[in-house]
């Protein structure tokens, strides 16, 4: 079954600079990779997905990259802000199929 | 609201009790996932369908765990006989193949056993 690892596990940056966070997925027949912002108590949402056929996508100060013949993909949010502390999980899958998520990402803005 | 509900919010039940959690997702959406999530780590795949079949179930999920998909809509999750070790978020999320827009998740059941 697809095995999804995600780094670093937490991340502090100072509010204006940039954050990635890195994850890598194990069945080449996975062709979904979607990123979830995930506040405490709240449930996971969708900031940005991408599909195996494009290599990058970008929605303002968010991006997604993926590399299908390293099996990884990484998120890169630009000129962060406090509202972006929250925790963040990668996932993998067969579209429609089940999701297969990393551990998750911790990310703090120092203001 | 045309999202995902999930009911009750939240659960606290005593050990050995059997608990039903339901789920109603977006309502053209022909897929229907369980998820748990346990306090610092990613959503767990529990089962998903597909309109009222039942496509596929983690080899993890014990036999106490039981989902039904009745006519296609909404959704249950029973767990018989709780232990302290079913404590966690239970998730739900639905999809439209072919809709383009992935997985809308549920607020979730926060359930925990005494």
């Known amino acids: 079954g697809e095995n999804v690892e995600q780094h670093p596990s937490t991340l502090s940056v100072q509010e204006g600079d940039s954050a990635v966070i890195k994850c890598t997925y194990s069945?080449?027949?996975?062709?979904?990779f979607p990123w979830y912002k995930q506040e405490l108590g709240k449930r996971p949402q969708l900031i940005i997905d991408?599909?195996?056929?494009?290599g990058e996508k970008k929605d303002q100060r968010i991006a997604v990259t993926l590399n299908k013949t390293a099996k990884h993909f990484s998120l890169h949010i630009t000129e962060t802000q406090p509202e972006d502390s929250a925790v963040y999980f990668c996932?993998?899958?067969?579209?429609?199929?089940?999701?297969?998520f990393g551990t998750g990402t911790r990310l703090t803005i120092i203001p | 609201d045309t999202g995902v509900s999930q009911n009750p919010r939240h659960k606290i039940t005593k050990r050995g009790q059997n608990v039903t959690f339901r789920c109603d997702p977006i309502s053209e959406h022909n897929r229907l996932y369980w998820y748990r999530q346990t306090l610092g780590q990613g959503p767990e795949f529990l089962t998903y369908f597909q309109n009222e079949a039942q496509l596929e179930k983690s080899r993890l999920l014990s036999d106490r765990f039981s989902a039904e998909r009745p006519k296609g809509s909404f959704s249950t999750l029973e767990i018989q006989r709780t232990e302290q070790g079913d404590s966690a978020m239970y998730l739900c999320?639905?999809?439209?193949?072919?809709?383009?827009?992935?997985?809308?998740f549920g607020s979730g059941t926060r359930l925990t056993v005494v």
């Open positions: 069945d080449s027949a996975s062709n979904y």
């Open positions: 999320a639905s999809s439209l193949i072919s809709g383009g827009h992935g997985y809308t």
């Open positions: 996932a993998a899958s067969v579209i429609y199929e089940k999701l297969t």
């Open positions: 991408i599909r195996s056929n494009v």
